[in-house]
T-cell receptor, first 113, second 116 residues
Framework: GEDVEQSLFLSVREGDSSVINCTYTDSSSTYLYWYKQEPGAGLQLLTYIFSNMDMKQDQRLTVLLNKKDKHLSLRIADTQTGDSAIYFCAERGLNTGFQKLVFGTGTRLLVSP | DTGVSQDPRHKITKRGQNVTFRCDPISEHNRLYWYRQTLGQGPEFLTYFQNEAQLEKSRLLSDRFSAERPKGSFSTLEIQRTEQGDSAMYLC??????????????FGDGTRLSIL
């Protein structure tokens, strides 16, 4: 089946930029998403990008997509302690039936003061 | 827009018991999804509905699991004869698909199931 991989952990200082990376295998991916999960809560949609784009910016968030390498990144500018959470990359494509999301295992971001 | 609502938030039960979870999607969202998330993992797809029709089921959804969306609004997920391995967070999501174009899925806060 299709796979999405992320590094497990990232630690940054408040005010720095954070970059969370994701790789995927589905060559038919059409949309790629970033979700945030805080302890005991569900997933909050942060942003998403269509596969024919290579960059999307939304306030402090910048998504970069390298479709050739199947690599997605999420940059958070001026990271705050409130950004500490688990960040999930997810993709949706024809090879996975187009409806369901395939998630990575999540990257735990820890922001220290 | 009140968001996706799930009930209960937590459920503790003994092995072998039946449990039922409810999901109320965002109003007018025609697609509803169920996912399961175990500790340290990302969510895994279980099933999805378009209106009242259940269109896809994962192999993860054994015969002990059944999901319904009788009137195309709220949905229920029932697990019969629960087992230890069913302990997980069960997440519901909904989306709007006007003219077949998929909008992003929005998730509820989940139901955490613990099997004793």
């Amino acid at each position: 089946g299709e796979d999405v991989e992320q590094s497990l952990f990232l630690s940054v200082r408040e005010g720095d930029s954070s970059v969370i990376n994701c790789t995927y295998t589905d060559s038919s991916s059409t949309y790629l998403y970033w979700y945030k999960q805080e302890p005991g809560a569900g997933l909050q949609l942060l942003t998403y990008i269509f596969s024919n784009m290579d960059m999307k910016q939304d306030q402090r968030l910048t998504v970069l997509l390298n479709k050739k390498d199947k690599h997605l990144s999420l940059r958070i500018a001026d990271t705050q302690t409130g950004d500490s959470a688990i960040y999930f990359c997810a993709e949706r494509g024809l090879n996975t039936g187009f409806q369901k999301l395939v998630f990575g295992t999540g990257t735990r971001l820890l922001v220290s003061p | 827009d009140t968001g996706v609502s799930q009930d209960p938030r937590h459920k503790i039960t003994k092995r072998g018991q039946n449990v039922t979870f409810r999901c109320d999607p965002i109003s007018e969202h025609n697609r509803l999804y169920w996912y399961r998330q175990t500790l340290g993992q990302g969510p895994e797809f279980l099933t999805y509905f378009q209106n009242e029709a259940q269109l896809e089921k994962s192999r993860l959804l054994s015969d002990r699991f059944s999901a319904e969306r009788p009137k195309g609004s709220f949905s229920t997920l029932e697990i019969q004869r629960t087992e230890q391995g069913d302990s997980a967070m069960y997440l519901c999501a909904s989306s709007l698909s006007p003219g077949g174009v998929n909008q992003p899925q929005h998730f509820g806060d989940g139901t955490r199931l613990s099997i004793l």
